[in-house]
């Protein structure tokens, strides 16, 4: 993560700051519905979105269904075991094919409305009266399909006809925290099990979710057991705000747990340097990882408004941790601790984004510059608009 301080031109507040502050963004990008609508068009459908974890569609015919900007995507395991993403939507008269989050069917997908029905493949099989419109082409009518990659053992999908490249915009997330990509692969994710799935609820705009992730200045205030753990986090400085930087445990802890009590087994790919130690890198728009030796934490978001978003949070340990029945509250504890209290400061923090004291917005601190390079990536995002 680059630090140069960059200020978000089209939203400077007037006059001059002092050089230790940067404007934010004004308050309305995060309340107001015509910017989340541009949100939805220009960034939740147009990137590459980390869609579900693969190992909960375990077997052919699970399903889940995932929002995705303004669109439902359905996610499904094929009969020959590949994972495969379309619109949620039946083509004969526009009826939602899934209406459960989550389910498994034994061989096709049938739309409850008028029977149209689907392989695994997406490709209509069935309809009532099919045989006699034999003008009708099968796969011209099969549901429209969702590009998807795997990655770190989830499934991604991107809406776009034509989309951006994976490795740049994903993986390269990675590289530009860690300095190249090998330094995530050793913990080996894709091959992790799920220990624990917490799923929040919060009434806040995703943004003020992602900026709080991206810093530490708030962490001696709120986050008392992670500074225990971490203790240079107590000076402000994020793990993000330095290329290659992991915050390193404190000498008396033993692991990432909320008493700094042993954890697991390190990772058997971890590298020597990278051992005691915490990593967390954004990935744009609505991802986190979060590594440490012994398991790993990833946040998936799902903006559904300007003022709510739903995360989903899973910690991943190494299989024989899970099989083993062994007891991860400890280390689940922790950063659902850290969780909950960003989550109440960015619910405290939402209504105030409607006060005319947030018209122009705020400011931010040198160790909160870099937030700055997050908003001038939306606004760029966005079109420039005017702020």
Known sequence: MTTTPVSPAPVSAPGQLPPSLIATL????????????????????????????????????????????????????????????????????????????AGEVRRNLQCPYHAWTYDLDGKLIAAPNLVKMPDVDRTEYGLVKVALREWLGYAWVCLADEPPSF??????????????????EHYGTENLALGKRITYDVKANWKLIVENFMECYHCAT???ELTDVLPEFADGYAAQYY???????????????????EGFGRLPAIAEDQDRRYYAITVKPTVFINLVPDHVILHRMFPLAEDRTIVECD?????????????VSKSVELFHRVNAQDFEACERTQPAMASRAYRRGGVLVPTEHHIGIFHEWLIGMLGGMDG
Request: net charge negative.
């Open 26 to 101: 004004p308050g309305h990008y995060y309340t107001d519905p015509e910017i989340f609508r541009q949100e939805q068009e220009r960034l939740f459908e147009s990137m590459w979105f980390c869609a579900v974890r693969g190992a909960d569609l375990a077997k052919p015919g699970a399903f889940r269904t995932v929002q995705v900007g303004r669109e439902s995507v359905l996610i499904t395991r094929s009969r020959t075991g590949e994972l495969r993403a379309f619109l949620n939507v039946c083509r004969h008269r526009g009826a939602r094919l899934c209406l459960e989050e």
């Open 243 to 261: 290329v290659g930087h992991g915050a390193e445990f404190g000498e008396e802890v033993k692991g990432f747990t909320v008493d700094g009590s």
């Open 222 to 224: 709120i986050h008392p």
């Open 315 to 327: 910690w991943l340990y190494a299989p024989e941790v899970v099989e083993s029945g062994a007891d």
């Open 167 to 184: 490795e740049e915009t994903v993986m390269g997330a990675a590289v530009e925290r860690l300095g190249n990509v090998a330094a995530i």
